[in-house]
């Protein structure tokens, strides 16, 4: 296997455990990244057994695995006006997009706040380093901005989440025990 599909494998494996992209997903996923050179069809045939095996994995996982408390964690926060959206984008700058995005679609009014994590935040997660949270008033008021850290923080303790904060604007709330365990998205 050359440099670049190793690549390419890799990738598969990261999608795979990140556990938000279906099959045709991951193969349209590969066709974006996969150098000319590469054997597209031998790569993408790695891709049915890892996310069998990995669907064999789950079945020995917690009911609720820390992904599903999170998300039940962003539930409870866009119930109260914090735009929170899981694996914006892929960088920091993809996530305020997204953020922007999904405000804009939101009635009027709805959110004052919000909180996201991307992709790369994802490939720490898988790696074991925990998952950290970005976060903020939409209007990038100061005073606010640390009091939705402090209802994003709060709302993540009493989820029983170990929660790293400052207590400032300028640091991301960290989940440093976070478990990655996301069951595999289906078609």
């Known amino acids: 296997m050359t440099d670049d599909e190793q690549y390419v494998a890799d990738s598969i494996d990261k999608w795979i455990r990140a556990g938000f992209y279906a099959q045709d997903d991951i193969e349209r996923m590969v066709d974006d990244i996969i150098e000319e050179d590469a054997d597209a069809g031998e790569l993408k045939s790695l891709i049915g057994p890892k996310l069998r095996a990995k669907l064999r994995e789950e079945r020995a996982w917690p009911a609720i695995t820390d992904c599903g408390r999170l998300d039940q964690v962003f539930y409870v926060l866009h119930e109260q006006g914090i735009c929170a959206l899981a694996n914006a984008g ?39 380093h925990g998952v950290m949270l970005a976060f903020g008033d939409l209007a990038d008021h100061g005073e606010r ?31 440093p025990l976070f478990d990655w365990k996301r069951r595999a998205a289906t078609a």
């Open 145 to 175: 901005s640390v009091a939705a850290g402090q209802a994003i923080a709060g709302a993540l303790r009493q989820a029983g989440f170990l929660v790293e904060w400052d207590g400032s604007i300028d640091t991301r709330i960290n989940l």
């Open 90 to 128: 892929y960088t920091m700058s993809d996530g305020y997009s997204e953020v922007a995005e999904a405000v804009a679609q939101a009635p009027d009014g709805h959110y004052h706040a919000y909180c996201f994590y991307h992709g790369q935040d994802v490939e720490r997660a898988i790696e074991g």
